[in-house]
């Protein structure tokens, strides 16, 4: 079992920055793929590997970083020159897997969402 936890959301005025973070607890011997969405929908807006590669919606490129601390299990957000119509909810994602003994468990967490809002 693992909980997801998002956390930095809140108020920004337009053109501002924020970063959010999500932190991994639980039980499990690695996480694979982690990433960000937004949204009712749950739109992809940035997925990172354990190994640091990353990749962005054509909507945030060259204004939002995805980052992860493989030692703290944690992804950050870091979201600049934020726009109106970035307001949503934002949502975390990650593959982890848990080692059994026949082999290994795949499984997929959300976490509960942070609300971020921008407006003047």
């Not at 590669?53 to 601390?69: E, H, L, N, P, Q």
């Amino acid at each position: 079992q693992v909980e997801l936890a998002e956390s930095g959301g809140g108020l920004v005025q337009p053109g501002g920055s924020l970063r959010v973070s999500c932190v991994a607890s639980g039980t499990f011997d690695r996480i694979d793929d982690m990433a960000w969405y937004r949204g009712e929908e749950r739109k992809l807006i940035a997925r990172i590997t354990s190994g640091g590669s990353a990749d962005y919606a054509d909507f945030v490129k060259d204004r939002f970083t995805i980052t992860r601390d493989n030692a703290r299990n944690t992804m950050y957000l870091q979201m600049n020159m934020l726009k109106p119509e970035d307001t949503a909810d934002y949502f975390c994602n990650a593959h982890f897997v848990v080692k059994t003994t026949t082999g290994w468990d795949f499984h997929d967490s959300w976490g509960q969402g942070t609300r971020i809002t921008v407006s003047s």
